[in-house]
């Protein structure tokens, strides 16, 4: 980039190529099938991600594959991601493995990082993840990676709904001890568990419904529209399983302070 604006200034090209060169570095197309944006780290503060869930693994495979043949490549995140395209994606690309890079894969997330080193800096801050049952860990465990990988520290606090209220308290407790500045909280069913939270605690919190639930509440729409409707305040809510946005939207919180 430092060469295209020198070329700029230096009046050898105009406005309109440097600016056409400029989205050629940062825009990675692969075959028609993928654009990756290189530049978005850079731009927004969190690196770009993909979203495994119904692609093709032919496609899948290219992209990462591409990625990592790119200039300057960054940790790449693959979200949703089963365990089963994992352990194909691990034997088909060991050979980045050799060139130095390395694979974390959270299994009850469904997300990988693919890291080009192990280089980490202190945490910037902590972020509390909560969750009101054990099924609802998945989704927790995919905003816990994110979080850590955006550079904050998490602290978790599982199974702690309101069908047994009494767990809640000490762990809000120990949330508010540990100094977190934002809190997720995960659940599915009904989703009454961030409208409890939010009306104990003066930070924000990030609601995530869960699609676990039967009858009624089967595919986390009653979660979800509870969350919305919630009458306390100092609630944002994001989609049915979205950990990850969960995760960067906290982040931006946390980096903007």
Do not use: W
């Not at 099938?33 to 093709?56: H, M, S, W, Y």
């Not at 009850?108 to 609802?136: F, W």
């Not at 606090?157 to 909280?185: C, N, T, W």
């Amino acid at each position: 980039m430092r060469e295209i604006l020198e070329k700029l200034i230096n009046k050898e090209i105009d406005l309109e190529s440097a600016e056409n060169l400029i989205k050629s570095q940062t825009i990675l197309e692969f075959d028609e099938i993928a654009k990756l944006d290189k530049n978005r780290q850079n731009r927004t503060g969190f690196p770009e991600a993909v979203f495994a869930l119904g692609k093709d693994y032919g496609d899948l495979l290219l992209i990462i594959k591409k990625y990592f043949e790119s200039e300057n490549p960054q940790n790449l995140i693959i979200t949703k991601l089963s365990n089963e395209r994992y352990m194909k994606l691990n034997k088909d690309l060991n050979y980045l493995k050799s060139e130095g890079l390395i694979f974390d894969y959270n299994k009850k997330g469904q997300i990988l990082v693919i890291r080009v080193d192990e280089n980490k800096s202190e945490p910037i801050a902590k972020i509390g993840i909560m969750t009101a049952g054990t099924s609802d860990i998945d989704i927790a465990e995919e905003a816990k990676v994110i979080v850590e990988e955006g550079g904050c520290e998490t602290i978790t606090s599982y199974d702690i709904g309101v069908a047994g209220i009494h767990r809640l308290f000490p762990q809000i407790a120990h949330m508010v001890e540990e100094g977190v500045k934002v809190l997720i909280v995960c659940a599915g069913m009904e989703g009454a568990l961030p409208s409890v939270v939010a009306g104990l605690v003066d930070i924000p919190v990030i609601a995530v419904p869960t699609s676990i639930g039967y009858g009624v509440g089967e595919g986390g729409r009653v979660a979800l529209d509870s969350m919305l409707q919630s009458c306390a305040p100092g609630i944002a809510v994001v989609n049915i399983d979205n950990g990850f946005g969960a995760a960067v939207f906290a982040l931006t919180i946390v980096k903007s302070r």
